[in-house]
């Protein structure tokens, strides 16, 4: 089965600080990407990577920053913490992008408070 | 962007019922997939459809895929407690090569016992 994991389930943060979510996912995925969700507002994507060192921005990149050196990890970098990205942060990923066998596969989530 | 639009928002319903949740989306797709996410946690596939599907089953579940009227509906047929979730469809845009799948707002399945 695939696995996907986050570094952190709950994480409590101060305006300002910079922090750094880590998703490692252990069955060759080429793609993987980072969600945020909010109550009524359902998944807004973030950015997602199609490859090592490549990154494409979604739909609400402002305000974060990814990296992905190796295949197997995608992190995701909020430079400087606010209280509005005080939200549930998924991370998922899939073994193509498009057409056949792009199901996702998600990790628990993290919830981040930014006080 | 949003392109699933799930109907309806939350659904109550008694065990033994069966359950339907409706997705409606805006432009063509490769495949059409439903996801469930029990509270808090993160989502888990359920069932992938084709654009060149009618229909799909997968144990208690059944999907159904209207291209012209581009809409889905997930059916969960009778329905437990453990069905508890909310449900998500995601769409596979058409000749987007690279793109990462849409995913709608969710239904909020409610099954009592």
């Known amino acids: 089965d695939v696995k996907v994991t986050q570094s952190s389930r709950y994480l409590v943060k101060r305006t300002g600080e910079k922090v750094f979510l880590e998703c490692v996912q252990d069955?060759?995925?080429?793609?993987m990407f980072w969600y945020r969700q909010d109550p009524g507002l359902g998944l807004r994507l973030i950015y997602f990577?199609?490859?090592?060192?490549?990154?494409e921005k979604g739909d609400i990149p402002e305000g974060y920053s990814v990296s992905r050196e190796k295949k197997e990890r995608f992190s995701l970098i909020l430079e400087s913490a606010s209280t509005n990205q005080t939200s549930m942060y998924l991370c998922?990923?899939?073994?193509?992008?498009?057409?056949?066998?792009?199901?996702?596969?998600f990790g628990p989530g993290t919830r981040l408070t930014v006080l | 962007s949003q392109q699933g639009e799930e109907d309806p928002q939350a659904l109550s319903i008694q065990e033994g019922e069966n359950a339907t949740m409706n997705c409606s989306y805006k432009t063509s797709i490769n495949n059409l997939q439903w996801y469930r996410q029990n509270s808090g946690r993160g989502l888990v596939h359920l069932i992938l459809i084709r654009s060149n599907e009618r229909e799909k089953h997968s144990g208690r579940l059944r999907v159904t895929l209207d291209t012209s009227k581009k809409s889905s509906s997930l059916l969960i047929t009778a329905s437990r407690a453990a069905d508890t979730a909310s449900y998500f469809c995601?769409?596979?845009?058409?000749?987007?090569?690279?793109?990462?799948?849409?995913f709608g707002k969710g239904t909020t399945l409610s099954v009592s016992s």
């Open positions: 995601a769409t596979d845009p058409l000749n987007q090569a690279g793109t990462a799948l849409i």
């Open positions: 998922a990923s899939s073994l193509t992008s498009g057409g056949r066998n792009n199901e996702q596969f």
């Open positions: 990577s199609y490859d090592v060192k490549m990154k």
């Open positions: 069955m060759d995925h080429e793609n």
